[in-house]
């Protein structure tokens, strides 16, 4: 079992910057892949961005892209998601999960953090 804690949420204006984090209670984080998900009020879950477990590999959503940066500790046993130039349509709650490198989907969720972006 791997518990996921994610922190950071807030409301910001348009342009603004915000970062997330997300704490693993496991001991063996490094052996998951990680991943930032969001879900804005009346619409469907949406993949913002994902990392391997060694760090070397990212991948982002379009709507993101060039905005988002994924990262992590694994000392620190945390993710983190650097949003630049946030957009009020970047408002949702976001969520982190985690999976087994060799697994097709995300078997872990945390609770999710609130982001709102003010025009």
């Known amino acids: 079992q791997v518990q996921l804690v994610e922190s950071g949420g807030g409301l910001v204006q348009a342009g603004d910057s915000l970062r997330l984090s997300c704490a693993a209670s496991?001991?063996?984080?490094?052996?998951?892949?990680m991943g930032w998900f969001r879900q804005a009020p009346g619409r469907e879950r949406e993949f913002v961005a994902a990392i391997r477990w060694s760090g070397g590999n990212t991948n982002y959503g379009d709507s993101v892209k060039g905005r988002f940066t994924i990262s992590r500790d694994n000392a620190k046993n945390t993710v983190y998601l650097q949003m630049n130039s946030l957009k009020p349509e970047d408002t949702a709650v976001y969520y982190c999960?985690?999976?087994?490198?060799?697994?097709?989907?995300?078997?872990?969720w945390g609770q999710g953090t609130q982001v709102t972006v003010s025009t």
């Open positions: 496991r001991r063996a984080f490094g052996v998951y892949d």
């Open positions: 999960a985690a999976k087994t490198p060799s697994g097709l989907r995300y078997d872990y």
